[in-house]
């Protein structure tokens, strides 16, 4: 008689919901929806790996995004020199995202949000200006700018949104159980 497969550990699992984290953004970039749906979309998938994989993968999904927005066409050419920013952005919202989620702090509907929008904006500016771009295109920076913040923003709020309703994780609950470390 054969014995039973061994039981995924924590870390393969981990590995598995990043891998369909990633699968699902990408997905979401190539339907070709207006640019504030997807990224509210794709940003709430970061928040929903926080609470199910816990940081790590979420930040490692948020840096490879960019990429398979490029791929997919989402991200236009104009703006693929923003792509290693965009990067940078989603990395600091997940890091900061998590950081204000446990213990549960209202920061994290600001301050991950603000600073993926800055490192956006701020990068921006400086390849603008160090590129010699029309001041147009660096105008067009502060719309991005402010569409990265609500886009990120509205993740939060899907996000939760959604790991509330597949988990028992209540983000300003502090006794509701921790699924990334189930």
Same mark, same amino acid.
């Given at each position: 008689?054969?014995?039973?497969?061994?039981?995924?550990?924590?870390?393969?699992?981990?590995?598995?919901?990043?891998? @369909?984290?990633?699968?699902?953004?990408?997905? *979401?970039?190539?339907?070709?929806?207006?640019?504030?749906?997807?990224?509210?979309? /794709?940003?709430?998938?970061?928040?929903?790996?926080?609470?199910?994989?816990?940081?790590?993968?979420?930040?490692?999904?948020?840096? @490879?995004? $960019?990429? =398979?927005?490029?791929?997919?066409?989402?991200? #236009?050419?104009?703006?693929?020199?923003?792509? #290693? *920013?965009?990067?940078?952005?989603?990395?600091?919202?997940?890091?900061?995202?998590? +950081?204000?989620? +446990?213990?549960?702090?209202? %920061?994290? %509907? /600001?301050?991950?949000?603000?600073?993926?929008?800055?490192?956006?904006?701020?990068?921006?500016?400086? @390849?603008? &200006?160090?590129?010699?771009?029309?001041?147009?295109?660096?105008?067009?920076?502060?719309?991005?700018?402010?569409?990265?913040? =609500?886009?990120? *923003?509205?993740?939060?709020? @899907?996000?939760?949104?959604?790991?509330? +309703?597949?988990?028992?994780?209540? $983000?300003?609950?502090?006794?509701?159980?921790? /699924?990334? &470390?189930?």
């Amino acid at each position: 008689m054969d014995a039973p497969p061994p039981s995924a550990g924590p870390a393969a699992r981990r590995v598995a919901l990043a891998g @369909l984290g990633l699968a699902l953004a990408i997905a *979401l970039q190539a339907l070709g929806l207006p640019n504030p749906v997807t990224g509210v979309a /794709v940003n709430a998938v970061f928040v929903v790996l926080v609470g199910l994989a816990g940081k790590a993968p979420a930040v490692t999904v948020g840096l @490879l995004t $960019p990429l =398979g927005a490029a791929l997919t066409g989402h991200l #236009p050419v104009l703006l693929l020199p923003l792509a #290693p *920013l965009i990067a940078l952005g989603n990395a600091a919202f997940v890091h900061l995202y998590a +950081r204000g989620s +446990r213990p549960p702090s209202a %920061w994290r %509907w /600001v301050t991950g949000p603000g600073m993926k929008s800055a490192i956006i904006g701020g990068g921006g500016v400086i @390849l603008t &200006r160090v590129a010699d771009l029309p001041p147009a295109l660096q105008a067009a920076l502060l719309v991005i700018v402010a569409i990265q913040f =609500g886009t990120a *923003l509205g993740g939060v709020a @899907l996000g939760e949104f959604l790991l509330a +309703r597949v988990t028992d994780h209540r $983000p300003d609950d502090p006794t509701a159980g921790d /699924v990334a &470390r189930r």
